[in-house]
């Protein structure tokens, strides 16, 4: 293995973005064969991952033993043939996508030849720092090299070693398409260098706890795509199918409730509280969830008092927070003061409500009658997902390749001058889109 | 006129934010008549207008005869009848624009009866800091409210008098639409305020010079739509027709050089330089531009030296810098190191050139035989234009309403759980796009 230099974090960075104007230009067959290629080296270079995944364990072990560690980490870190497998699939299924490059988005005519073009292009470099398991570093430098962008991969220190290897293949068998645009970074001086990097790298997506996220957003001027929290309702509305709520909101808690698309708290409409609560709540302590109510909740089952700070909660536990409310604007009123604007679901029968509910949330997903647990790239049909942002700017929600393109305007003229248009005399634009696409070198019309 | 409470930043930020949820449910045609009863206002109220802005400008003029201020300040910062027709019509027109909000930008069927709708819908609460002219408050607060966003305006402190009336004017006509949507800041610690406010704010658009932008960037958290600089580049071919080359690259400089989009550095390619620079400065001197030209350029041409801090300047004037380069793979070079990535032009007959360039160079809008002032939202047609991101995130190039709005997603369903799409036979998404618009009320398919 060869010795990692930890900081000459500069040179990787300026490396990245040198490299980023080659990944630019290459086209979809390019990087999905370099990531064939990557596939087809982590099942071929099998037994040395797996040789540096035991280093990677066996220290983990010995702080399990110490109490450092949890058991959940250290299954998380191993890998096996079958999780190489899988590993070498999911990298094959980024290749498959759709080309999230190149597109033409809107082609408009500004006057006769003079024609202007909104096309999809990689953003340029990505800073990524990610939880231990190895498979999220190949999974963000697969997602990285097929939407086109340069990539700063800062993995657990848990996984040093398999990072190491999984980071020498990757290299290896694509420096022939762009020199330099995988880079692995290591110490956490490194870490603190990339978030100065402002004017180098264009967007950081950072993954792991709510607070990690939350440090990384307060500790640079580098746009972030991620979310901080997940504090989701479901609201049982008086014209709800109270069969279907039960089942929505049983799914939403129980169905894995350590995700941020879970749900937190449950508001019941007063007017079928009594007959809804007492079966939910048997069917929630059947699995042994937790159930905390308000005082109207109480006045109808007999479950835990939850205090003010339960609404603010995000307990990616088997505990939820149940709320009686008058009516819709009270529920309305209770997740938009608390949610986190992640997802929000409404049990209901009629439409008017769910109109109203939907349109008056501020939550980068609303759904009606189905699952909070459905907010996810994957349910969504976007392909790998990217990752999730609770932020309005960029990109909402799920977010799938797409999230890592923006756009670049070509306009193909000849010779037009903007005096032409501009003065006493002006001649008028035409402005008019027109179906077309940007294809380089066929568009010149002399 | 009424007393404005300086520092009650928070409260009005927070009126601000309940508007927006307001505001969010309103219709094209309720918002486009807002704008419409504000233009109005603008010409009944002409007199009270004029004559606070009268104070203020007699406080510019006495700062200009003290020395403070320009007389192109005092210029800009004046009202007359004429002008407020044209304020009035600019408000008009974009009442007129289409919608930007409610559009589906995707529909996709996860399954039977369970449908994913992508809708364009507002930011939420906009922060705004803006130079002295009086009409960029009328301006600002037009977008705000036909994309449907509250907003927190900050003019300069040069138009106090005039801004206040406007505003009382914008917030009477239009507080039935949503009360609170509009809120005016004036003392410079309301400005560091906002600058705190991340979790209310979630986009700032600040106007004014490269310096001020950057250090708004610099001091907050809240992503900020806006462009520090335009360094930018003609590239004149060998294969270039050189007469067109020459009116472009004139154009770009001559016809309006204090802007953005007008060129500052002009490369030509070795086996034209002759034949091409001397009629070139001349008609460059002719309109008063001094060329700086490096050593190649010198050679044949007899004007200035150009610096290496030339390369990396944006003179907002009548200079422009000259470089000689070897082949196109230099001039691109020259771009990507030092060019804003705002707009770059090749003028060339050659289409393998211009594909080249167009793909190579890392800017928001990249052009073939045209002139770099074609980069503006009105030329592309974008109808209003908000402002030009240099930033390649949210928003990249001439910035439309569009760029003022963000997606949600709605999820109809019939009840549907995760818990029947996961586990060891999860039922298949079907993952099938359609045709088809989120309408309110009416997509319940109980």
């Known amino acids: 293995m060869k010795p990692m230099s930890e900081y000459d974090t500069e040179a990787k960075v300026s490396a990245a973005e040198s490299a980023a104007l080659e990944l630019a230009q290459t086209s979809n067959e390019t990087r999905s064969d370099g990531l064939r290629a990557i596939a087809d080296a982590i099942l071929e ?13 066996a220290e983990a072990e010995a702080m399990l033993e110490a109490g450092e560690y949890s058991q959940a980490l250290v299954d998380r870190l191993k890998l096996d043939s079958t999780k190489l497998e899988s590993i070498a699939e999911m990298v094959r299924s980024v290749a498959d996508q759709e080309d999230p490059l190149g597109k033409t988005l809107a ?29 999220a570093l190949v999974q963000i430098a697969a997602l990285s090299l097929k939407s086109g962008n340069s990539v700063i991969l800062k993995g657990g220190s848990e996984a040093l070693h398999s990072n190491r290897v999984l980071y020498d293949i990757i290299e290896e068998v694509t420096a ?19 978030l100065e990097m402002d004017e180098q790298i264009d ?31 479901v609201y049982v509305d008086d014209a709800a199918d109270l069969e279907m709520a039960t089942d929505i909101a049983f799914d939403a808690k129980v ?3 350590a995700v941020c698309n879970a749900v937190e708290t449950l508001l019941v409409h007063e007017q079928v509280a009594e007959s809804f609560l007492p079966e939910m709540v048997e069917q929630y302590e059947s699995a042994d969830v937790e159930v905390r109510g308000d005082e109207r909740t109480r006045e109808i089952v007999d479950v835990n008092a939850a205090t003010a700070s339960d609404w603010e909660t995000e307990y990616g ?10 009516e819709l604007p009270e529920a309305i009123d209770h997740v938009n003061t608390y949610g986190s604007k992640h997802t929000e679901s409404i049990v209901t029968e009629n439409a008017d409500s769910a109109a109203k509910f939907m349109q008056s949330i501020d939550a980068s997903s609303v759904f009606h009658n189905a699952s909070t647990r459905f907010a996810d790239g994957y349910r969504y049909g976007l392909g790998a997902e990217v990752g999730i942002s609770t932020g309005k700017i960029h990109a909402r929600g799920p977010v799938g390749l797409e999230g890592l393109t923006t756009t670049k305007y070509y306009l193909e003229g000849d010779g037009q001058l903007v005096a032409t248009y501009a003065g006493d005399n002006p001649r008028p634009f035409t402005h008019e889109e027109f179906d077309g696409e940007w294809v380089p070198g066929t568009r010149s019309r002399n």
């Open 317 to 326: 536990d088997l505990i939820i927070s149940v709320k009686v409310v008058e």
């Open 45 to 57: 270079r099998e037994s040395e991952i797996l040789e540096a995944n035991e280093k990677d364990v």
């Open 107 to 135: 082609a408009r005519e500004l006057d006769q030849d003079l024609e202007l073009y909104k096309v999809a292009v990689p953003i340029g470099v990505l800073g990524t720092v990610f939880e231990s398991r190895p498979d």
């Open 176 to 194: 022939d398409i762009a020199d330099g645009w995988v880079q692995l970074i290591e110490a956490h001086a490194e870490v603190d260098a990339v």
């Open 203 to 233: 967007l950081l997506m950072p993954r792991g706890s709510t607070e990690f996220v939350q440090y990384i957003q307060d500790n640079t001027k580098i746009p972030v795509l991620g979310h901080t929290e997940g504090i989701c309702h």
């Open 255 to 257: 169905q894995y409730p």
